[in-house]
């Protein structure tokens, strides 16, 4: 994959960024977006499929993005596919830092020390051009203005976006209520952007915990105690923290 394109989680992340404060907005859901985002990204690539609620690999072969590579190996790694919700609902360290550290390396943002309550160091981070946050921005004005179907990366940008709740950081209060409306609706413009967001919205919710409902067993079934098939483990992409920078994931 050539590095001349963004990938969706890196656009996702610019969006979440907030140009005066050096924060970004949403972060606790915004580590599922990013990991849904993968999924898109690499869904786009022709490397993975849905499979109904699920997501199976269907060319294994590396994009030469090492972030993206990762989560490929280890989807590749489960031999059967794994439903989205319990990829983008399992335990994952540092992915919103990894793709900031990375931003910072190709000069898109850049790390702001500084400290919390005059104790505790933390990094904000700055973009350092705007135009490509304002561009992004634009794309997704867009479709919300005409009306006119998006292509499907801006789809799925859309839907990530409605789905860790960036709606109301990118059209806030009662003016902005219709675009977060049809921000919403945008949804059901890209397959693949629509699976990932709603497994996003559902773990946020609650549902990946909760185990699935088996129908009830008869006759031969009944009497043998036949069990239903167990859930698959859960499989995430991990990403190590690194010095200073980590430190400021939480904000």
């Excluded at 060319?59 to 030469?64: C, H, I, L, M, N």
Aim: aromatic content about 2%; overall charge positive; hydrophobic content about 40%.
């Amino acid at each position: 994959m050539g590095r001349s394109r963004r990938t969706l989680p890196e656009e996702l992340l610019l969006l979440a960024l907030d140009p005066a404060t050096g924060t970004t907005a949403q972060p606790q859901s915004l580590d599922l977006g990013l990991a849904g985002a993968q999924l898109v990204e690499l869904a786009l690539a022709g490397r993975i499929a849905p499979d109904g609620d699920r997501i199976a690999v269907v060319v294994p072969r590396p994009t030469g993005d090492p972030t993206l590579d990762c989560a490929l190996e280890l989807l590749r790694r489960r031999g059967a596919p794994v439903r989205a919700v319990h990829w983008i609902g399992g335990p994952r360290l540092g992915l919103r830092q990894t793709y900031l550290s990375h931003l910072e390396r190709c000069g898109m943002v850049h790390a702001v020390a500084g400290q919390m309550c005059g104790v505790l160091p933390t990094t904000r981070y700055q973009a350092t051009d705007t135009e490509i946050s304002r561009e992004i921005r634009a794309r997704l004005d867009s479709a919300i203005r005409t009306g006119v179907p998006p292509d499907p990366r801006t789809a799925a940008l859309a839907a990530l976006a409605h789905a860790v709740g960036l709606g109301k950081h990118l059209y806030p209060g009662n003016e902005g209520r219709s675009s977060r409306s049809r921000l919403r609706d945008l949804i059901r413009h890209d397959p693949m952007g629509g699976l990932v967001a709603h497994a996003v919205m559902d773990v946020q919710n609650g549902v990946a915990a909760q185990p699935r409902r088996s129908p009830a067993p008869s006759g031969r079934q009944a009497a043998a105690g036949a069990r239903p098939a167990p859930e698959p483990a859960r499989g995430v992409p991990m990403q190590p923290r690194h010095g200073t920078m980590a430190r400021a994931a939480a904000h």
